[in-house]
């Protein structure tokens, strides 16, 4: 199991990638082998805003449904149309394989999220 | 794995989709050893068999299986079943697992000639598989000396198979391609796996899973007992009426209320192709233009041959026709759906 030392991580298991005031987020290895197969990927809309921790999108595998947060409050600014008929991908290539793009609030609290190091010790022990 | 009827049992081996694939493609084998088995035999077996199940089974000979529902006095369904027939006085009867110690309990109970026909539960001295798809002859053609190219659909045969004594080999299936279920005496069934296995190489033979055994039926539109048919709703919403001889000398168990509650069962079972990604799921409720629950989801998933969300609802009767629209609430958004004539997926025809 993978995590790129490059991107962050939320306790929910979301990745995040950082540009500037623009954050990229999507599953995490570990996330996607949990859920296993997945079938239909319900984004957001460009324009819409979140809180931090709202429920932002749903993944949606042969087995299980599993809710994305939202890893700080934000504007959508792109979604990944590719995985509208290849959501399958996200297990191939979950971090090729992006969901959305948030433009961050003032107070985006990115400080609270993990490290790759952190992260991988968290997933060894659950 | 899962546990399943007592069983520990497979979803998925390497994929759904991929499994899914592989049986439309070219063929599968499935583990169904989990299905459970009655032996009827006797003088009376054949008509106490007409009393508790729904269909003409005096119109079959030796060597012929029938799809039958048993139903209970209320015109529910116990059990949907398939009847083999081994010789005039001999029947095995495969049921679903998940019924079997009730099905058992109720043919006992409700057996119409005790002195005539004796019900015994061979559930355990069976093992099952599947070999489906359109490559399934020729796996199964390289296991048995059986000439199963000229087998017609829905006939069986006793021989040898994977080398083992005293099997029955019968063209049936559940997924909607061609296909053979063999029944194999359970103390050598184990040996047998790997050979098919080795046998249906040439063809990229898989073991297929649960969750295609799902998605395959979904698509092929055959009812699962529990989901589309229980206790409680009658063959005919769920568009049983070819298995349904209402007026078979003597009627059945349940005939009476079948007939009587054609008029007052307000829902009925249609097949739905989704417009758009959303995957209808069950237990979701169908609801009208303005939100009023009109019928709920009995079977949902993303079908991998239809590439979209396919399901069967139970729905009122008069929005079931084909060609409606319909909206399944999935997770409070709206997925539009069609009501589409029989299923999406239809069986090939015989190849023999």
Known sequence: MKFPENLLYTSHDEWVLRDGDVITVGISDFAQDALGELVHIEMPEVGDTFDAEDMICEVESVKAVAEVYAPCSGEVVAINDAL??????????????????????????????????????????? | MVPFAGFDMPVMYSGVKSEHLQVRGAVGLFDVSHMGEVRVTGPRAEDALMRLLSNAIKRIGDGQAQYNAMCNPAGGVVDDVFVYRL????????????????????????????DGATFVDEGDDWAQVAIQGPNGVDVTAALTDIDVRSMRRHTLVSGTFAGVVGCIVARTGYTGEDGFEIFIPAAEAADTWPKIIAAGAEWGILPIGLGARDTLRLEAGNVLYGHEIDDEISPLQANLGWIIKLRKPGGFIGSDAIDARRATDSQRVVHLMVTGKRIPREGMNVVDANGAVVGRVTSGTKGPSADCGIAMALVDNELAQTGNTLIIDVRGRQAEARVIEGAFHKQPQDRS
């Open chain 1, 84 to 126: 509208e008929d290849a959501a399958e991908n996200v297990n191939t290539a979950p971090y090729d394989s992006w969901l959305f793009k948030l433009r961050i609030g003032d107070d985006a609290p990115l400080a609270a999220l993990m490290s790759a190091e952190a992260y991988a010790a968290k997933v060894a022990d659950s």
């Open chain 2, 87 to 114: 010789g005039r006085e001999d029947f095995l009867i495969c049921v679903n697992a998940s019924n079997r110690d009730k099905d058992f309990a109720w043919m006992v109970e409700n057996n119409p000639h005790p």
